[in-house]
């Protein structure tokens, strides 16, 4: 398989996988979201993984320009 089409069919098995996830939660983003929760609370449990629990904050500091002379 050239590695091209490997990459088109890995891509697309996600995707078939994701649309197989989203109708068997009726495409209801609550129920996705209770879903993905669950899977979450799976692997945190399993010790297998680790997982960052840090927020970042994307507010940068203005630049303070000094003015042209």
Do not use: C
Not at 20 to 34: V, W
């Amino acid at each position: 398989m050239e590695e091209s089409n490997m990459y088109d069919y890995e891509i697309e098995e996600i995707m078939r996988i994701r649309q197989e996830i989203s109708d068997e939660n009726k495409n209801d983003l609550n129920n996705l979201a209770k879903y993905y929760q669950e899977i979450e609370d799976k692997l945190r449990s399993s010790g297998k993984y680790k997982f960052v629990d840090q927020t970042y904050n994307n507010s940068y500091p203005k630049p303070r320009l000094q003015p042209i002379t």
